[in-house]
Each structure stands twice: as C-alpha cells, then as structure tokens.
C-alpha cells in the first residue's frame, strides 16, 4: 500500500509487456525515487527514477509549457503516446528535427536504440525524402526546429553527407548534428569536408554550423569491447586529434553509460574532455534505456540513472559541478529576452525530468574546473527570471486582447518596452558576482566575465552555441532516455527531439517524439518502412574495424 504522503506525483506510463497506457505514482521511498505502476493483466512494476530525492522535487518546480505546434500532423484519437505523429496534444514545439539518415552501419553494437544492420535492414531514405523531411519540419510553425541532427545507422556510410548539410543549412538550420561512431572522421580529408558543408554562403566569419555529435564510451579498450563489440578506442583519439589538425572547436562527446559495464569511466571521460577542451565544449552523458524485456525483479540493481552520474561528477571535481539544472530552468528567461527583442525564443520547454545539465570553465592553464555558480548566483538569477516572465505574460496577453492603452501603442509601446527591458537587465545583473569574487580564481578572469556576461542578454540559438566554442566552456549534461519501465507520458508530450520519416501508406512526413519513438514505434515503423519499400542490397563501403 502507497503511504499517500510519499507521493511526489502521479502520471501516465506504459505496461512494459503490452505497452497499454496505465497509471503511475512516483514516490519517495528509503532515499530514493520510484515509479509505481500496475497492469490489471502483467501486475505490478516498479522502476528506479533516482537517488537523490530531494533533488528530484526541486527540479519541479520548473515545469513550464511550451508553444503548441500551430500545424499538427495527426489528429487526436488515441491519446498519448499513441497518437504520435505528431497531435495536437503534444505540449512543446520540436527544437532538435532528428532522421535515420541511413539504416546501414559499420558496427554491430551491442547497445544500440536502433540495433538496424544486426536486423538486416539496409534501407534507407532517398536524398529527396530526407530533404522533404527536413523541409517539413522546418515548415512548423509557430516555431520550427533551429536544429538537425543526423542519425542512423551511421550517417556517414552515406557519400551525399555533405550536400545534406548544405540543404539544410539553406533551410534555415542552426547547427547541423552528426551523431556518429567516429570512424570515417578519421578520414581528414572526409572530416573537412564535413566542415566545409556546414559554413553558410555570405557567411560573414566562415563558422561552420556542422558539429560532431561523438560516440564515447570511455578510455578503456576493454569498455569498447563490451558497449561496441570491437576496440576502437584509437578511432575516437584520432578523430579528436583530427579535429584539433583542422581547427575544429565543436564537438559533443556523448558515453552511452551502462551499469557494471563502464560507469566506472565516467569521471575518466569528464577529464578526457578536460583535457582536450580546445576541440570539445559539450559532454553529453547518457545512461542506457533498458531497450528489450527483462526480469522486472533484477531491473532496480540493473538501472543506472542521471542522479549517479551527478553523484559521481561532484564527488570527484569536490563540488565544482555543483546542481545540475533541468534543461527548462532557462526557458522564462529566455521567453523574456525573446519579448524585449522582439524575436521568437527558441523552445527550452521539456520535461524537467528529462535532463539536466550545468556550464563549466576550464582553466586552459591550470586545467582547473570553475562552476558557473562562481560568477553569478544561479538560484536568484532564476526567481528573478521567473518574476519578470509573469509580467511579460502579462503584457503579451493585454497585447493580444487589445487592452494596451493610447500610450502604450506604437512609438510609446517600444519606449515602454525599452524601459522594461532596461530594469529587468538590472534586475538580472545584480546576480553577478563581484569581480573581486571571481579574480584569482581564473588565469583571465576579465575575459570570462565580459564573454559571460554578453552572452546573458543574448539567448538565441547561434548565439548560445558559438559561446561555447573556442572559450574553454564544458557544457556537462546528463539526459536518460525513457524505456518501457520507467516511460513518463508527460515527458514525452513536452519532448523537444523530434524523429522525422516520410510515411509510406499515407506518402504524408510524421515527427515522433524521441521516446516515444525508441520505446514503442520504432519496430512498427521500420516494419511499415520495409514493407512499403523495394530494399536496396548495398555493399558495405566500410568494414568493421580490426
């Protein structure tokens, strides 16, 4: 029996063995955060969501919702997850448009959410539909995507890689994502190429929006027998010493951390990108989502979460990491900066469970780890943030119902906004450390803070991830993708990552949310995808490595 005071809040989940929707609590129990579900049919589950509960139920309170899509694809009919395509229910606008560029891979791992070439599938999508696709979620509105990302299989088993990007850059993309295993890359001449796809035309300072999304597990040959199946460890060094050969300052190591598998490498990994933080500025850990059906009794000691990664991370940099936010704590203040400038503010609405991240400084001297908790306090930044968001709200719903006043129009309107805007910056300012706080503590203290303090009062996209390249900044993130077991329908209707596949019965493009598309689509529709579709044999242009 549930002590109904333990109950941190209830939602929607799935029975892992027949994928029906059923009610959820999640609970606080002996220092630790559970799901708890029942199916009339399979019976009771329980799943471990993390160990830090008290971290948990603060991350609550910064649950927002987003910007409904104004296009949807499919109607309502089943309800979530079941409608995905995606429905008007779904909460937040997509700002990752994420597609299986190829289903061919050059590895067979064990630990993969698309598992393709071991399935025998070699499908895949023709240069036009991936350009429909992509043009398609360019085309939602009231905010589209402001990122692509390429997935797979392994993306670069395809020649045409390059002009991909080029199309995509045309339609509008911000950033370009390649999610790959690192192998092809270190072909310089390949990796260049690459570069050069991602740099706009007229682009006034030749800035490549191409970033390499790249796998890594850890510094061990013997973790890349386990999670890849072969050692590939002096691939993924060659790819980061290509990359310091080219010049390239923007990459994102992404381990896929699996239980009594290699969690004992990630503070390895940490330092790794430490060390070579002239070429990364992004570490994207990702615990394993226990794809597949397992012994419901053994599944809690077989569950890592982001709350251990975090344990970890702190305990060996003595605090330094400091809390991790949840990914939405940003998006009041970024809806803000988006009024004062007139100018659509990019989607940070997600779940708050769904990841979690924080800023660090890397001394390029001393290799130290500064928090950002050292320049600004965070805490304060974001009540004040949150204030001035209901006003804003408040002022775009006066704006929308007519209500503003005669000197509230026209010249009058943007001289009141300036003024708003010139308080809430002073508002916001008063959270900054004083310098003589932050001096000693950093080689170039001035440099930091004036880059920091810049990039404060400008939240767009570009101008976020051009702050993290070439400025000794590790974005350190913690995102654990939802399975059968622990699947949460209300982080999946405010997913951000969207998948994209032109359908074949209906000839019409759908978006999956992320989750909901690995936990309970996938299969259906690279069934629906095989079927509808005359299979190419392609021969192998890379062999798995020896």
């Not at 060659?238 to 050969?245: C, D, I, M």
């Not at 004083?434 to 009062?457: L, W, Y």
Request: charged share 25%; net charge negative.
């Amino acid at each position: 029996m549930i002590n109904i005071s333990n109950i941190i809040k209830k939602t929607q989940s799935l029975c892992p063995e027949c994928k029906k929707t059923i009610d959820a609590d999640i609970i606080e129990k002996e220092n630790e955060v559970l799901m708890i579900k029942n199916c009339k049919e399979h019976g009771h589950f329980e799943d471990l969501l993390s160990i830090n509960p008290e971290h948990f139920k603060w991350s609550q309170k910064y649950r927002i919702d987003g910007q409904k899509v104004d296009n949807p694809c499919v109607p309502t009919k089943n309800g979530c997850p079941n409608d995905c395509g995606a429905c008007p229910n779904h909460m937040s606008s997509p700002a990752i448009a994420i597609v299986d560029v190829t289903y061919r891979c050059n590895l067979k791992c064990p630990i993969c959410f698309a598992n393709a070439e071991a399935k025998g599938m070699n499908y895949e999508p023709s240069y036009d539909e991936l350009i429909r696709i992509f043009k398609h979620m360019r085309a939602i509105t009231p905010q589209p995507p402001v990122c692509a990302m390429f997935a797979g299989g392994e993306p670069t088993m395809r020649n045409d890689l390059a002009d991909i990007i080029s199309e995509c850059i045309e339609m509008g993309f911000l950033q370009i994502q390649i999610a790959t295993n690192g192998i092809r890359l270190n072909n310089i001449d390949y990796f260049q190429e690459l570069i050069d796809a991602g740099i706009p035309k007229n682009s006034k300072d030749g800035r490549s929006r191409t970033v390499i999304y790249l796998q890594f597990d850890g510094i061990e040959r013997d973790t890349y027998l386990k999670t890849r199946g072969v050692d590939i460890l002096d691939k993924k060094l060659k790819v980061v010493e290509n990359a310091r050969a080219l010049d390239f300052q923007n990459m994102i190591i992404v381990p896929t951390i699996a239980k009594g598998v290699n969690d004992h490498e990630v503070t390895n990994i940490l330092q790794f990108c430490i060390d070579n933080i002239d070429v990364i500025n992004t570490l994207m850990y990702q615990p394993m989502a226990m794809c597949g059906r397992y012994d419901k009794d053994k599944l809690k000691e077989m569950r890592i979460t982001s709350s251990h990664l975090a344990k970890d991370l702190i305990e060996y940099t003595n605090g330094a990491v400091g809390k991790t936010y949840p990914l939405p704590v940003i998006s009041k203040f970024a809806k803000c900066i988006a009024w004062f400038s007139d100018q659509p503010p990019v989607e940070f609405t997600c779940s708050q469970d769904c990841g979690f991240a924080n800023f660090m400084f890397v001394d390029p001297k001393t290799k130290n780890l500064i928090g950002i908790d050292e320049f600004i306090d965070s805490e304060e930044f974001l009540d004040t943030s949150a204030k001035w968001y209901e006003r804003v709200e408040r002022e775009k719903k006066w704006e929308r119902e007519g209500k503003e006043g005669f000197l509230e129009r026209g010249i009058f309107k943007r001289a009141r906004k300036e003024m708003m805007r010139a308080r809430f910056f002073a508002d916001i300012s008063r959270h900054l450390k004083p310098i003589r706080e932050v001096m000693g503590k950093f080689s170039n203290p001035m440099g930091i803070i004036s880059n920091f303090a810049g990039t404060i009062f400008n939240t767009s996209w570009e101008a976020s991830a051009n702050w993290l390249v070439g400025n000794n900044i590790l974005l350190v993130g913690l995102m654990h993708f939802q399975d059968l077991y622990n699947f949460d329908v209300n982080r999946v209707n405010h997913c951000l990552v969207h998948y994209g596949y032109v359908d074949p019965a209906t000839d019409t493009v759908r978006q999956i949310p992320f989750c909901a598309m690995n936990a309970i689509h996938r299969e259906r529709i690279e069934d629906e995808l095989e079927a509808g579709k005359k299979m190419v044999q392609y021969v192998p242009e890379l062999k798995t490595p020896e």
